[in-house]
């Protein structure tokens, strides 16, 4: 079973910033928070991971709240090809290639 | 470079029958994933190889349900009987793995996927 809950959807506006919220209040001290996208019709994509420090690469940013419970993955200007469905995901550090338990992620929709 | 591919990227089948599903991860790669993703649900683990190690089953569904990964590259995964519930997308991954904490270490990189579709 997912270790994240997400809400279902939400939208923004082209331009803006997309902040998509995470609750993982059972994480443990040895787990990542990773997020993936997976926009229609194609296979899940890396977007950025961290562990308690806030991250940031060319796709996104990733917030960690202090006592690790939640994060915030920030799409700092959203663009129509960002729709997609983006996934939380908690994972140990010791199985780093291990599998990747997807929940239902949230749906992003971004108009024009 | 070329990403993971995956072969056929559609398969219409009747129930009962076999199909086998093919995967061709990056190469280098040493960890190779299968998941499934039916219609409305999320993403669903089925088995993992890592190097030469006695793969991860846990997540087959069945024991219609094998895969194998020949010479450490392509894998092959086969359902046996197909059923109309095993319709759904089948994806691929793989990891390159290296020590330290370098974002290859730990990013799958997922194929287009196999639609399957079992009449």
């Known amino acids: 079973d997912a270790k994240t809950t997400q809400p279902p959807s939400m939208d923004c506006a082209e331009g803006r910033a997309a902040n998509l919220p995470c609750n993982h209040s059972?994480?443990?001290?040895?787990?990542?928070v990773y997020w993936y996208r997976q926009i229609h019709s194609q296979g899940p994509q890396y977007i950025i991971h961290?562990?308690?420090n806030n991250e940031t690469n060319e796709m996104a940013s990733l917030i960690i709240t202090e006592d690790r419970k939640s994060s915030t993955l920030i799409l700092p200007h959203a663009t129509l090809r960002d729709t997609a469905v983006y996934y939380c995901?908690?994972?140990?550090?010791?199985?780093?290639?291990?599998?990747?338990?997807f929940g239902k992620g949230i749906t992003l929709s971004v108009r024009p | 470079g070329a990403g993971v591919s995956q072969s056929p990227s559609n398969k219409v089948t009747e129930k009962g029958k076999d199909v086998e599903l093919r995967c061709d991860p990056i190469?280098?790669?040493?960890?190779l994933y299968w998941y499934r993703q039916s219609l409305g649900q999320g993403l669903e683990f089925l088995i993992y190889?890592?190097?030469?190690?006695?793969?991860?089953k846990s997540g087959l569904p069945s024991d219609r349900f094998s895969a194998e990964r020949t010479g450490g590259s392509v894998s092959t995964l086969t359902i046996q009987r197909t059923q109309q519930e095993d319709s759904a997308v089948y994806l691929c991954?793989?990891?390159?793995?290296?020590?330290?904490?370098?974002?290859?270490?730990?990013?799958?990189?997922f194929g287009p996927g196999t639609r399957l579709t079992v009449l």
């Open positions: 991954a793989s990891t390159q793995w290296a020590s330290g904490g370098e974002r290859s270490y730990n990013e799958q990189f």
């Open positions: 059972t994480i443990s001290g040895n787990e990542y």
């Open positions: 961290g562990l308690k």
């Open positions: 995901i908690v994972r140990p550090l010791s199985g780093a290639n291990s599998k990747l338990t």
């Open positions: 190469s280098g790669h040493t960890a």
């Open positions: 190889f890592q190097g030469n190690s006695a793969p991860d």
